[in-house]
């Protein structure tokens, strides 16, 4: 199974699809790896493993700038989508 996050940020390899400036990360979170031909693990077997952790920040999911400022913290404030792979993973094996 392959996850796949695009976004205008930096800091991941840069889309292979013809929209300029946009970034693409990708994680590889099934019992075995993609597309290969030897039952290779990989690595996503546990809860709450950072590897296969994707933390969304809200201003990339939705543009609306307050109105009103707010302080916060950095991971109490702008982390607030959290997606476990071995979640996902789990619910599509118990459906097959």
Not at 70 to 94: M, P, R
Request: hydrophobic share 45%.
């Amino acid at each position: 199974m392959l996850a796949r996050l695009w976004t205008p940020l930096g800091g991941s390899v840069l889309s292979t699809n013809a929209t300029a400036g946009v970034h693409v990360t990708e994680w590889d979170f099934g019992t075995i790896q993609y597309n290969n031909n030897t039952p290779t693990p990989t690595g996503c077997d546990a809860l709450n493993n950072p590897a296969f952790q994707i933390l969304i920040p809200i201003i990339d999911a939705f543009y609306d700038p307050p109105t009103v400022a707010v302080v916060c913290t950095w991971n109490s404030c702008w982390y607030k989508f959290g997606i476990d792979l071995f979640e996902l993973q789990q619910v599509v094996v118990a459906k097959n």
